[in-house]
């Protein structure tokens, strides 16, 4: 597809796409990439960012939900960053259990509207309304039991790097030595 047949949103997001590859990586906000690529804050960015983030991930990448900041630099602003294909960490699946968080909760929103109509006696369709119900609820039995699984590794990764931590500072500790000779911990 040529430039001159995009449409403005495409030649956006590809425009936004390519700025998140040079700051691949880093937390931006909004106001970030507004000024890295020109197009003012407002709906037509954050439509944008919809569109990068898919374009990003038809290659492989992952372009993170807006999450609050938890660097000081950027106290209580709502930051994203590209992650590159296979290049995940633990920040990525903060992010993916958050997103999977709010999709559980959408999904039992869903089967108790769902729930509501296929007993409603002046409803349009209760019965395929009461499918719709039985097939939310094998997904949220799914998707939890996979959201368990992920905040236990989660949990685990988080203990493994503050035992790394640890270590780390006993080697300093170790290599400074007490002048006892002792190590102290």
Known sequence: MTEAAMTQLEQDAVQVLKWF??????YVTYHDIASGVGIPRGARLERTVRAARAAAENLGHCIEDFLPSRDPRHRGAYTTRLTLAEEGDEHGARAAMYTVRRGVTSMRNMRRACAYEAKNR???????FQEMTTAVEGCIQTVSGVGELGQEVYRLQSEKDALARRVAELEARLAHGPSDGYVTV
Do not use: C
């Not at 590859?21 to 880093?26: L, Y």
């Not at 002046?122 to 395929?128: C, D, L, S, V, W």
């Open 122 to 128: 002046n409803g349009i369709a209760p019965k395929a």
């Open 21 to 26: 590859i040079t700051n691949a990586g880093k």
